[in-house]
């Protein structure tokens, strides 16, 4: 198909300002129905498409992303007139947070590197002291070991608010604007990650919950909005981290709801994992995703028709 006349693959992973006025006038000048109409509502979810994680010099730069992206794109402009709604995570963060180098120092005063792991034993030995809310984050560590969650990881400072790396990613921001003016719908954004206590991969809920924050328990407003719709959609960025904890949510919630699980679809040529020297992230998501796919998830790509 021919793709809208603003549209350049090559600037997919860059950084300049979106023609979100141009991408609006072409998606206004196209002849479709409004999405309110549609008798099959399908909703893509994109798991934080910003460009920390998205361009090659993001701040937490996903390898393959940039492909992902451009595949998206493509896939959003092929299905207009079938995608109903997109919704997207903003991960959002603040300079300190339990995840970050600052939270963190060794007996000798310095930070931990980044992708350094921090365990429960090695606050228990000293090796690692937290610098903020001391019982909080002892407490932390050892909750996410016990909860079989992923182990504390130290990363780079990443899609911080206000910096140019928290933004969508621009080639993809105004895909989701001409799709919005085609279909005379609005996007629906959703920040996650800004309680500095807690990790927040999924977009419905952090790593361990906070009840004293507005946004620290699992989002079910959402998820019984997804549940209205006939067929739900994944893509976005980290496969191994926010996509995978964010269709993890999905499926805990909705476990003894299989009619709902059979609406799930990822897109698996839409994410890739994060890199790390020794942990295989890539395979652990597989894994899990393998599991899911066992109960009613499907596991997808780009060039299948929507169904």
């Known amino acids: 198909m021919d793709f809208p006349s603003f549209y350049d693959p090559e600037k997919v992973g860059t ?12 998606g206004r000048a196209l002849d ?13 979810l994109l798991v934080d498409p910003q460009v920390d994680f998205v361009h090659e010099d993001g701040k ?12 998206t794109i493509e896939w959003i402009f092929t299905n207009l007139n079938r995608v109903t709604t997109i919704a997207a995570s903003l991960d959002s963060h603040l300079p300190i947070q339990i995840f970050s ?8 005063g310095l930070h931990p590197e980044p992708y350094t792991v921090i365990r429960s034993s090695d606050v228990s030995a000293g090796v690692w002291n937290p610098l ?9 560590v050892s909750k996410l070991e016990a909860q079989a969650k992923k182990e504390l990881m130290i990363w780079p400072y990443h899609t911080l608010i206000g910096t140019p790396g928290h933004s969508i990613t621009p080639a ?9 003016s085609a279909r005379q719908t609005q996007p629906v954004f959703l920040e996650k990650g800004m309680i500095p206590k807690t990790e927040y991969y999924s977009m419905l809920e952090p790593e361990v919950k906070v009840t004293d924050h507005p946004m620290g ?3 079910i407003s959402f998820l019984n909005m997804l549940a209205s719709y006939d067929l739900i959609y994944v893509a976005g960025q980290a496969e191994s981290h926010c996509v995978l904890e964010t269709v993890a949510s999905i499926m805990r919630y909705f476990a003894d709801q ?23 992230f890539a395979e652990i998501a597989r894994k899990k995703f393998r599991l899911y796919a066992e109960q009613g998830l499907q596991i997808v790509n780009s060039r299948m028709p929507i169904r």
């Open 15 to 26: 950084l300049y300002v979106p023609d979100i006025a141009g991408a609006i006038s072409v």
């Open 32 to 44: 479709l129905s409004p999405s309110a109409q549609a008798q099959v509502k399908t909703i893509l």
């Open 60 to 71: 937490l730069s996903v390898p393959g992303a940039v492909e992902d992206t451009r595949r």
């Open 101 to 108: 180098p600052a939270w963190w120092s060794d007996r000798g």
């Open 132 to 140: 903020y809310d001391d019982e909080w984050s002892i407490s932390y």
């Open 172 to 180: 993809l921001y105004e895909a989701i604007a001409y799709h919005a």
């Open 217 to 219: 328990e699992l989002n």
């Open 258 to 280: 299989p009619a709902v699980l059979r609406k799930l679809r990822i897109l698996e040529d839409c994410m890739s994992p994060v890199a790390h020297p020794t942990i295989d």
